[in-house]
Structures are given as C-alpha cells and as structure tokens.
C-alpha cells in the first residue's frame, strides 16, 4: 500500500496550496480519506476526512471554511485545497485511508503517506 501525498510549500498568508494524495495497491473506494498535520513540538492533528463515495465531508473547526477536500475514485486520489492559509496552518500534512467511518481519530486509520511540508509566511 502507498500513499503519496504531494503539493506542499512556501506561501504568504492569505494564500492558497492544493494538496494531492496518490493512493496504490488498495481498493480506493473502500476507503474513506482523511487529512491530518503536525507542527513542530505538536500532536497530530485532524484536519479533513471525506467519504468512500466523496458525499460525506468532515472539517475540523480550525479549517472549515478555508479548507476544501475532495477525491477522485477513478484517479485514486484526494485533495485538499487550502485557501486564505494562516501561519498557523503551517505543519507537515499527511494524508490517509481508514475503512473506520468518517473518522477524526489517528488511531482509526490504517494506512499513511509520507507527509508533505506546508510553510505559510506572516
């Protein structure tokens, strides 16, 4: 199983960043996939889950509004569009697959990417 996820950098506050996920060697549309991020000295923390058929989003507070995910079941992908990022947004992001409902518990799922570095400049 591979996750890769893709689409980090360097942006200024109030911009925006796409993240993409590649997802190989499972069943995609068994999965439901998820978002999370880590800042430095920090907790892995959820940002973003979307359901096995994409009808079912799922925001955590600090996001929901500026963030966006989709996915692709043909494509075996899952994006997150970032818009009017804020310093605090910046962390590593890593996206996942869990067969766990629409979870926004780490320990639910079962498969990770490598994560992808978001920095956002005050």
């Known amino acids: 199983v591979q996750l890769q996820a893709s689409g980090g950098g360097l942006v200024q506050a109030g911009g925006s960043l796409k993240l993409s996920c590649t997802v190989s060697?499972?069943?995609?549309?068994?999965?439901?996939m998820g978002w999370f991020r880590q800042a430095p000295g920090k907790e892995r923390e959820f940002v973003a889950v979307?359901?096995?058929?994409?009808?079912?989003?799922r925001y955590a507070d600090s996001v929901n509004g500026r963030f966006t995910i989709t996915r692709d079941n043909a494509k075996n992908m899952a994006d997150l569009q970032m818009n009017s990022l804020k310093p605090e947004d910046t962390a590593v992001y890593y996206c996942a697959a869990t067969t766990t409902y629409t979870s926004n518990y780490v320990g639910h799922y079962e498969h990770w990417g490598q994560g992808t570095l978001v920095t956002v400049s005050s």
């Open positions: 060697r499972l069943i995609f549309s068994n999965y439901n």
């Open positions: 979307i359901s096995r058929g994409g009808s079912m989003t």
